[in-house]
């Protein structure tokens, strides 16, 4: 009685927290896991208690359990957004039950009915774990799943093959829930079941803590990150840049003339501009490149791989697409301007003093007129320092 509750009460404990999850996330892909975990218990009690008679309730219980395994299959496939190969699966589970029906009819026929269920089941599992193989492993938690996959539906095949060879059967009907194969079987059940569930748990809890440090580090308004969420990547940049040796500049664009936006056309029109120009940085600054919202109508870009002209460019780039952006809530023909500053990183720069150095480009700008872009003076020195020691060293090697 023990071994029988085994299955049915762990597959119900993981049924249950599964829906608990699935519910407090609202996530489709995990509810569909905790009703075959539900079938998976329904399944493995029908084997025992056999309440529709020997024959059906045996047929009924391989029929959900395969069922059930075939759901988790489109589970899991979803988690990777794919599509689980429903027709393959189908077609094994109707060949598996035919079989398994044709051990049930008559003399009852222990080594066809385990052959069927256990064939059936290995090439259900095999086939998802190709699949999840295809869709590829690119964390521990879905190497962890395709392994439990594998292993699963090898054991499936080995377990009773070797069990027949060193006893040379399975068993008697009478004896068959004491046999060394379904304890096996269970064991291997209790490791399968277990391991996909704490997968599954992991895996939509370390998406939830994802989520909210994704929105964390969002400002809400633009879309971009806010001044938190620009710094932690802007640090994990500027450490990659510096190990493959790369260039960093840094571009602070704002607004010009804000406050006449909110004071003419109301907050609406002012909210709607800050995010067309943050969408409008975005665009142009690159996959790669970090964008965030400093604060107010400033922005921050931190590109890589850009010394100060490119990021000069770029910041050209954006500013002659804000003056020809309609933006809503404002009159046609009406158009927004800004003013950025770049400076390209040195080796000496903390982020805080690049900040600094381009914030002062940033004043320059607007000093000068707005509208601009202008460089942070030790770019120009650099650069200038650069275009001097040039002939120099040509003439040098002459």
């Known amino acids: 009685m023990f071994i029988a509750l085994i299955i049915p009460t762990l597959s119900g404990i993981f049924s249950a927290a599964l829906f608990l999850l699935a519910r407090h996330q609202a996530d489709r892909v995990v509810e569909r896991a905790a009703w075959s975990y539900a079938g998976f218990?329904?399944?493995?009690?029908?084997?025992?208690?056999?309440?529709?008679?020997?024959?059906?309730?045996?047929?009924?219980?391989?029929?959900?359990?395969?069922?059930?395994?075939?759901?988790?299959?489109?589970?899991?496939?979803?988690r990777h957004g794919r599509r689980a190969p429903?027709?393959?699966?189908?077609a094994i589970t109707a060949i598996s039950l035919t079989v398994l029906a044709a051990g049930l009819v008559g003399e009852p026929n222990l080594a066809l009915r385990?052959?069927?269920?256990?064939?059936?089941?290995?090439?259900?599992?095999?086939?998802?774990?190709?699949?999840?193989?295809r869709a590829g492993a690119q964390?521990?938690?879905?190497?962890?799943?395709?392994g439990s996959v594998a292993f699963i539906s090898a054991g499936s095949v080995i377990r009773p093959a070797v069990i027949y060879?060193?006893?040379?059967?399975?068993?008697?009907?009478?004896?068959?829930?004491?046999?060394?194969?379904?304890?096996?079987?269970v064991l291997s059940a209790v490791f399968f079941l277990s391991v996909i569930a704490l997968t599954l748990i992991s895996s939509a809890s370390l998406d939830t803590i994802e989520a909210l440090r994704t929105e964390a580090g969002t400002d809400m308004l633009s879309g971009v990150l806010n001044r938190r969420g620009f710094e932690q990547g802007a640090i994990?940049?500027?450490?990659?840049?510096?190990?493959?040796?790369?260039?960093?500049s840094l571009v602070l664009a704002d607004l010009d003339h804000f406050k006449q936006v909110n004071d003419h056309f109301g907050h609406a029109c002012g909210d709607a501009a800050i995010r067309q120009f943050a969408a409008c940085l975005a665009a142009r600054a690159g996959a790669d490149a970090v964008v965030g919202r400093m604060g107010g109508e400033e922005f921050a870009i931190l590109a890589s791989?850009?010394?100060?002209?490119?990021?000069?460019l770029m910041a050209e780039g954006m500013r002659m697409g804000l003056s020809v952006c309609e933006l809503d809530f404002m009159p046609a023909g009406r158009r927004l301007t800004a003013s950025f500053g770049v400076a390209q990183r040195v080796p000496s720069d903390t982020l805080a003093s690049l900040i600094d150095r381009a914030d002062q480009a940033l004043y320059a700008a607007k000093a000068a007129g707005r509208?601009?872009?202008?460089?942070?003076?030790?770019?120009?020195?650099?650069?200038?320092?650069d275009e001097v020691a040039a002939p120099l060293r040509a003439g040098h090697r002459h």
């Open 41 to 78: 218990a329904i399944g493995m009690s029908l084997q025992y208690f056999e309440p529709f008679g020997f024959e059906l309730s045996r047929f009924l219980s391989n029929a959900i359990f395969l069922g059930s395994m075939v759901l988790l299959s489109t589970a899991l496939m979803a």
């Open 86 to 90: 429903l027709g393959a699966m189908c």
């Open 139 to 146: 964390t521990l938690v879905d190497r962890l799943l395709l």
């Open 371 to 385: 509208d601009r872009v202008r460089v942070s003076a030790e770019a120009e020195e650099e650069r200038d320092g």
């Open 305 to 312: 791989g850009t010394t100060a002209q490119a990021g000069r």
């Open 236 to 248: 994990r940049l500027i450490r990659k840049a510096e190990r493959q040796g790369q260039p960093v």
């Open 165 to 185: 060879l060193l006893q040379g059967g399975l068993g008697t009907e009478q004896l068959f829930f004491q046999s060394l194969y379904w304890l096996s079987l």
């Open 114 to 133: 385990v052959a069927a269920a256990s064939l059936g089941f290995a090439a259900v599992s095999a086939l998802l774990a190709y699949k999840l193989w």
